[in-house]
């Protein structure tokens, strides 16, 4: 009977604190979809009248076209529906003056204006932000796949470059879950849970953002918190980039592709554990993708998911992607 009671006691407690940390967890969604909302209305409140700037197109069968455009306003992602259904369709990733530009970031000034595709001769600055954009991906679906009755930390996900084989997120989740295995259902229902997402295609709205804003917005997470300031102190303006893709609001080391409609095949392939860290027991999930424009026959893919299975080593991931330095 006493076991029975306490059995009871301790189901009332456990739902209550279910219930609060759902709630909590809803609460900061929203929380970071308002202030991400506010910020993003202030600064399109920078440019109260229509001012006119000239972008210069650059590209195959573009040069010397010149597109009027409204400054603050309009995006390479404006300029590009301008022309053809194929360069909305396409595009991926602009070269403003020739530095990297998110397709859905305003423009600010006169300037030239290059889109990139997946089909360029050199695509590979677009590969690494396509493969940033699906690690970001990757954990917009972590952050839900557990509901609300268990917390997940996404950490500062690894910078790898394509050739690592795999994209990757770091991840703590809830201790209670420190026991779990990831099964491969598990596996395929995280991808599931990504085909959904790019089935939607989302846009993936980019903000640059003082480290004031940064905090507000990720108030609910210390760990993010500590990405903020450690982003921040790198950045030569003092600016972190936030990104909003529906309603999760992520911090970027760098540009994502313009939608997650440009991904198609995508294969969450494996999750590995890296041991205690100082949020708890951190793993690593990986992944593999194609754009859409690109497509792997399924034996080759089977070969790219197998290599995709394997634990990525960040440090020599990193050095591969380092530049040599020119004495």
Wanted: charged share 20%.
């Amino acid at each position: 009977m006493a076991s029975s009671n306490a059995c009871r006691v301790f189901q009332r407690r456990f739902a209550k604190t279910a219930t609060a940390l759902r709630s909590s967890l809803v609460e900061a969604r929203i929380q970071r979809n308002a202030v991400f909302s506010r910020e993003q209305a202030r600064q399109k409140a920078l440019y109260p009248r229509i001012e006119k700037i000239e972008v210069s197109l650059r590209g195959p069968g573009l040069d010397g076209t010149l597109l009027i455009m409204n400054r603050g306003m309009s995006t390479p992602l404006s300029c590009a529906k301008h022309l053809t259904e194929h360069h909305v369709t396409n595009s991926g990733l602009a070269l403003v003056d020739g530095e990297p530009w998110p397709l859905n970031q305003p423009l600010t000034h006169s300037c030239s204006l290059t889109l990139l595709t997946f089909r360029d001769k050199d695509p590979t600055l677009l590969n690494q932000v396509y493969w940033r954009s699906c690690a970001a991906l990757l954990g917009q679906v972590l952050e839900t796949a557990f509901k609300d009755d268990y917390t997940v930390d996404l950490l500062s996900s690894p910078e790898v470059p394509v050739t690592s084989g795999a994209f990757c997120c770091d991840v703590a989740l809830d201790p209670r879950l420190d026991s779990w295995t990831p099964s491969e259902e598990t596996l395929r229902s995280l991808t599931r849970a990504a085909h959904q997402l790019i089935q939607q295609d989302l846009a993936w709205e980019p903000l640059e953002v003082l480290p004031s804003v940064a905090l507000e917005v990720f108030s609910h997470s210390r760990c993010k918190q500590e990405e903020v300031e450690q982003k921040a102190a790198k950045s030569p303006k003092g600016t972190v980039t936030l990104y909003r893709c529906g309603d999760h609001v992520l911090l970027s080391s760098g540009p994502l592709v313009a939608r997650t409609g440009l991904c198609s095949q995508y294969d969450v392939t494996a999750v590995h554990s890296l041991g205690q860290g100082a949020w708890g027991l951190h793993r690593r999930v990986q992944g593999l993708s194609l754009p859409f424009q690109l497509h792997a026959h399924h034996t080759v893919w089977r070969k790219l998911r197998q290599r995709a299975e394997e634990l990525v080593d960040v440090s020599a991931a990193e050095k591969e992607a380092t530049p040599p330095v020119n004495e």
